[in-house]
Structure formats: structure tokens, C-alpha cells
T-cell receptor, first 115, second 111 residues
Framework: GAVVSQHPSWVICKSGTSVKIECRSL??????MFWYRQFPKQSLMLMAT?????????EQGVEKDKFLINHASLTLSTLTVTSAHPEDSSFYIC???????????FGPGTRLTVL | GENVEQHPSTLSVQEGDSAVIKCTYS??????FPWYKQELGKGPQLIID?????GEKKDQRIAVTLNKTAKHFSLHITETQPEDSAVYFC??????????FGTGTKLQVIP
């Protein structure tokens, strides 16, 4: 149980294009999902907290107009990287928290490469 | 905000030996402490967690201890196996607030 999926697992795009990453909780409902970014050999950096039916809360320094987050249902959150540039290349990971619980379960991650 | 420090950054052990990773946290109100294992190119996997009302928790070869007074918690892996090689992250949070991660420990188990 508590499986989180991400799609795609990897994506290569040209500079200036937008990329959408999906995060789904497969066997549970999650009112809250989180989006992280991870650089090589570094820890996870929280980008934003996504709550179903409301606007996401972004961490300081994260551009909300560049990283658009939508949490339309209790099992799906999406992250759209708009006008991607090479510096946006990274490993993006989502996590989902069970309703009424403090445990987070992570997805497998999405490797984004911007050329 | 919460600050979590983790040591060591790298750890090499012989297969069959024990491995210990230590973390300290700064917010005395933190009450949830998960540990995650991350293999290369994959997302973190929850391996064990402990809450502040418990001092120790064990799951087969993995155990976690918590010292609330000293604000530190540790992960113990016994009888290590090559498949235990990965990066391990500790974390801390208060209630339903965001989780703060440690800097990670790269564990290498030498066959």
C-alpha cells in the first residue's frame, strides 16, 4: 500500500518549452502533496506544498509563476515547469501524505533535462 | 525553523557489520522522525519512523532510537548486506507541518 507514481520518469526538452509532471497516489487519498527538487549528491529541497482544491504554498525563493502546481483531486497533483531553461534541469520528486496522518510517501522521481 | 544535522556523510562497513547514522534536530516541538532510503535514480523510500512518545522502535534489522532531551535520534542497521548500500536521510517534523531533511549519509556495504 501507499504507492505514489510519477509520470514521466524522465523528460528531455528544449529551452523555452514547458513541461508537465504528474504525481498520483495510487491506493490512497492525499489532501496534501509535496514537490521537491534534488540536485546530485544533495538532500531534498522542498519547493511547494500542494493542497487539494486550494492554491499551493511555495517555499521562499521558488518562483510560483515558473513552477505551476495544480492539485485538482485527492489523488493527482501536477507540476508544470514553464519556459524551462538548462538551470531547471534536476530530479523532481513528489510525495503524498495520507489524510489525517503525518507520514509522507514519495514517488520515484522525474529526471528533467533542458537542452 | 527546524534544522536537522546528519552524520556521517559517508559510511563504509563490511558486510555483516552494523551501521549507525546519527541526526540532531533543533525544534523541541518536533514529534515525528522518519528515515528514508534512496537508491540511485529513485525516490526516497520510508524504511522506519518514530514518534516522540516512543524511545525506540525496531523492524527486523533496522532500529531507531530517539532522545528527546538531547534532541537526537539514530538509525541502526545490523547484519548489513550489500543491498543496504544507498543514501539514507533522516527527517523531522512537527505535527502536519513540512518535513525537514538531513543532508544524507551514503552507506556502502563492502562484500
Amino acid at each position: 500500500g501507499a504507492v505514489v507514481s510519477q509520470h514521466p520518469s524522465w523528460v528531455i526538452c528544449k529551452s523555452g518549452t514547458s513541461v508537465k509532471i504528474e504525481c498520483r497516489s495510487l491506493d490512497f487519498q492525499a489532501t496534501t502533496m509535496f514537490w521537491y527538487r534534488q540536485f546530485p549528491k544533495q538532500s531534498l529541497m522542498l519547493m511547494a506544498t500542494s493542497n487539494e482544491g486550494s492554491k499551493a504554498t511555495y517555499e521562499q525563493g521558488v518562483e510560483k509563476d515558473k513552477f505551476l502546481i495544480n492539485h485538482a483531486s485527492l489523488t493527482l497533483s501536477t507540476l508544470t515547469v514553464t519556459s524551462a531553461h538548462p538551470e531547471d534541469s534536476s530530479f523532481y520528486i513528489c510525495s503524498a501524505r495520507l489524510i489525517g496522518a503525518d507520514t509522507q510517501y514519495f514517488g520515484p522521481g522525474t529526471r528533467l533535462t533542458v537542452l | 525553523g527546524e534544522n536537522v544535522e546528519q552524520h556521517p556523510s559517508t559510511l563504509s562497513v563490511q558486510e555483516g557489520d552494523s551501521a549507525v547514522i546519527k541526526c540532531t534536530y533543533s525544534d523541541s516541538a518536533s514529534n515525528y522522525f522518519p528515515w528514508y532510503k534512496q537508491e540511485l535514480g529513485k525516490g526516497p523510500q520510508l524504511i522506519i519512523d518514530i514518534r516522540s512518545n516512543v524511545g525506540e522502535k525496531k523492524d527486523q534489522r533496522i532500529a531507531v532510537t530517539l532522545n528527546k532531551t538531547a534532541k537526537h535520534f539514530s538509525l541502526h542497521i545490523t547484519e548489513t548486506q550489500p543491498e543496504d548500500s544507498a543514501v539514507y536521510f533522516c527527517a523531522a517534523s512537527r505535527g502536519y507541518q513540512k518535513v525537514t531533511f538531513g543532508t544524507g549519509t551514503k552507506l556502502q556495504v563492502i562484500p
